[in-house]
């Protein structure tokens, strides 16, 4: 059993900051892509940013550079350091991994609960 916890979210000020943190729990041996992804209300959930394994980073055109992604595969885990918060930003920020590796077989799209940021203007 494999399971992605999110936490850092809360009510921010405009132009303030907030660093989400997401952990991997299980008998993990590797995980690959990890990201994270934003659900608005009334809106689809949509790509914020992605890191593979390999340290490779891709952000949406609407939080690149203002939003860091990181990954600490020694702790099984991935951050969000998202900077100069707009209003817009406000939604449900969930962890993703594509695959997870355990010590016996894997799993994928592994998808945590989510937390939730709001900017206030």
């Known amino acids: 059993q494999v399971q992605l916890v999110e936490s850092g979210g809360g009510l921010v000020q405009a132009g303030g900051s907030l660093k989400l943190s997401c952990v991997a729990s299980?008998?993990?041996?590797?995980?690959?892509?990890m990201g994270w992804y934003r659900q608005a209300p009334g809106k689809q959930r949509e790509l914020v940013a992605t890191i593979t394994n390999s340290g490779w980073t891709n952000y949406a055109d609407a939080v690149k550079g203002r939003f860091t992604i990181a990954r600490d595969d020694f702790k099984n885990s991935v951050y969000l350091q998202m900077n100069n918060l707009k209003p817009e930003d406000t939604a449900v920020y969930y962890c993703?991994?594509?695959?997870?590796?355990?010590?016996?077989?894997?799993?994928?799209?592994?998808w945590g609960q989510g937390t939730l940021v709001t900017v206030s203007s």
């Open positions: 993703y991994a594509d695959r997870i590796y355990l010590m016996a077989g894997h799993s994928n799209e592994v």
């Open positions: 299980g008998s993990i041996t590797r995980i690959n892509g």
